[in-house]
Each structure stands twice: as C-alpha cells, then as structure tokens.
C-alpha cells in the first residue's frame, strides 16, 4: 500500500484540532460497561459479581484496556478498575475522606496542606476510574476551579508568597483543554513567588494521545520549571505508546516521575514492583512514591497490610539500585507531609 502512505505535505499546517479531536474522540469510545470490557476480554460477566457503582461508575480508556490480557480474571489492569461487589462491605477504619483533605480546603478548589506548594482541584472529570482511589467521595460538584472560583484561587495563592509550587490535580487536570490550561497558568504567570508547576496525571498512562503539540507547546511555553507526576501501579501500563508520550513530555523540557499504590492482588509482590520500577524508568518516568492505600470506604479490599509492605520494600531494594527505589509513604491527616513508613 505504498502508494497510501502518507506524504509530509498532506501534514496539515496546524494540526491542533485534528489532535484534540482524536484524544476527546478516543475519550468517548471509552469503556463504560463493564460486561462488554469483560465480554471483549473473553469473560463470561457473570463470574464476576459487580456493585452498580452509583456514583463513582465504570470506565476506562481503550488505550488502557487494550493492555489487559485476554482470558486473565486476575489481570492486574482489570482489577484496578473491575466496581466488584467487595466495594459494598463496609470495613472498620475507611471512610469517606481518609487523608483530611476537606480540612486542608483553603478556598473553594485549592488545598493547602504542605508549605510552599498548593494543589489546585483543575476539575473533577478522570481518564479513568480506578476503584481505590482516595478521591472517589470527594464533593467535586462543590469543589473545583469553575468560573469565578478560579478568580479566588489565584488571589489566595497570590497572598501566599511561600507558595513557590502550583499543583494541577483532581480529578485529572490533563482532562481539560489546552485552551483552559492555558488561561489558568496565564492567570498564574503574574504571580512572582509561582516558580513550579506541577501536573498530577494518569492521563500520560491512560490517554497518551492527550500529549499532543498543542499541550506541549503550552508546557514548553510556560516559563517556569515543570514538573509531571504520572501514576501507573503495575509494568504493563507502560505501553509504547505510553513511552513515546512521556518523551514528548521530557522534551518541553518536564521532569517526570511516576508515583503508585501498594494494591493487593495488582503489585504487592517484590518482582512485580522491580518491574514496575524499571519499565517506568525506561519509559521515562523516575519512581516517585509508592503510597500506603488510602482507607477510602469501598477499597478494602486492595489493602496490604503494613507488616508485609515493609518486607516488600525490604525485598525491592534489593533487587533495585537506589535511584530506582520508590519511597514508601503514607498519608496522614494533619501532618506536615506524606509520612515515610518504617
Ligand atoms: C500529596 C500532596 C501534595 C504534594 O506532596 P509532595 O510530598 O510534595 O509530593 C501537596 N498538596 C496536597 C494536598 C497533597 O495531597
Ligand atoms: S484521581 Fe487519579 S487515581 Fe483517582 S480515579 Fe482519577 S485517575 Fe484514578
């Protein structure tokens, strides 16, 4: 089919809209019932005994799911993001919102937790629904940058001259245009003490066609110093099409790291976290943190306990040079920063 190939010349001039187009088309052909992802897979559904979800639903990308494998109920990807019945039994100690962050709230979309940087709720809106997650109850309707909030946000990181770091979160805040991004870190630009960005993202993992050129002409564009934390728990979500993202990414000149959960039944074994570590580091992505499970109502059954974290741990270094060791953390209301587990 030589003759089909395409030419540099019918490279449209500006291809922006074209690659939007395809990230936000590919959004919608996304995975929103899981008896047809189970079925795709080669799953009877009926062995699978699934909550209905309510509000926190099924879905996943097909960039993401086309990683699965065929025929494996106890696939690693599946079960990151399979609503099992599980979800519905409650167990001691979880709850709604486990790490505070509702007390850390300073204005409507921004927590102030740590000093020197603010995390920023971009929006509500995920690539992907994974079932641990520790935001899955957060009141994001009351709680985002929309409209005039974005106005307060900006004032209140304006007033605090030791907030040096802005952090982009969620949700995910790759799942907003350019356009918008563009008009928050404009909003941002006249703030002197602002020196980083940071961008908190499973979207360079679950949506790599998200890292167009418009992204990253905003990225390499911005002035300040970048900084990208993906979020992958397991080696197979670094695909190549992952890799290549993260180097167009590495180009504009970010910093990525890749951060995880410890999750039962996903990674909790000492070679699958070696292989995590490695295939994130040859993809591009340094390991960041390995998080403790957050005790979210509904994730119960993806805790390991902190014993056997600690002789997993004890096991990756190891197998790992240090540069390659993740630090073991976990979040704690009140304190002052992500506490290391000993
Ligand atoms: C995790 C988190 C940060 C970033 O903490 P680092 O240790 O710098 O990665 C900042 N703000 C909030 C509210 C957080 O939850
Ligand atoms: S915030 Fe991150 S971890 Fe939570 S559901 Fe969204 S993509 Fe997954």
Redesign the pocket.
């Known amino acids: 089919m030589a003759g089909n190939a395409i030419q540099p010349d019918m490279i449209p001039v500006d291809p922006a809209p074209e690659c939007a187009l395809r990230w936000q088309a590919q959004l919608q052909r996304a995975w929103r019932d899981p008896a047809a992802l189970l079925v795709h897979l080669g799953h009877e559904p009926a062995d699978f005994p699934l909550t209905d979800a309510g509000q926190f639903p099924f879905l996943v990308t097909r960039a993401f799911a086309d990683r699965m494998t065929r025929g494996d109920p106890d696939d690693p990807l599946l079960r990151q993001v399979l609503p099992r019945v599980d979800e519905d039994s409650p167990a001691p100690g979880f709850g709604p919102d486990p ?1 505070g ?1 509702s007390a ?1 709230r300073a204005v409507r979309g921004v ?1 102030h ?2 000093r020197g ?1 603010a ?1 920023l709720i971009a929006t509500g809106a995920c690539p992907i629904h994974c079932r641990y997650c520790f935001r899955r109850e957060f009141d994001y309707a009351g709680d985002t940058l929309a409209g005039p909030a974005l106005e307060a946000a900006i004032d209140y990181i304006a007033a605090h001259p030791d907030i040096e770091e802005v ?1 982009l979160s969620g949700g995910d805040p790759l799942m907003l245009s350019t356009g918008r991004l563009r008009r928050l870190s404009d909003a941002l630009s006249g703030i002197r003490h602002f020196r980083r960005l940071r961008i908190h993202s499973r979207v360079p993992v679950t949506l790599p066609a998200r890292i167009d050129d418009a992204l990253c002409d905003w990225l390499a564009g911005l002035g300040r110093q970048v900084v990208v934390v993906v979020h992958a728990n397991h080696a197979r979500e670094f695909g190549a099409d992952v890799a290549d993202g993260i180097a167009r990414l590495r180009r504009t000149g970010a910093t990525v790291f890749n951060q995880a959960v410890l999750l039962a039944g996903v990674n909790d074994a000492p070679a699958t976290l070696a292989e995590l570590m490695e295939t994130g580091f040859a993809a591009g992505a340094i390991p960041y ?1 390995l998080h403790l499970l957050d005790r979210v109502s509904g994730s119960a059954h993806f805790e390991v306990p902190r014993t056997r974290a600690l002789a997993l741990m004890d096991d990756v270094r190891r197998r790992l040079p240090g540069y390659l060791v993740p630090r073991l953390v976990e ?1 704690r209301a009140g304190e002052p ?2 506490m290391p587990v000993f």
Do not use: C
Request: hydrophobic share 30%; net charge positive; aromatic share 24%.
């Open positions: 790490v962050d850390s927590l937790k740590y940087r995390l952090i943190y979040e920063y992500k």
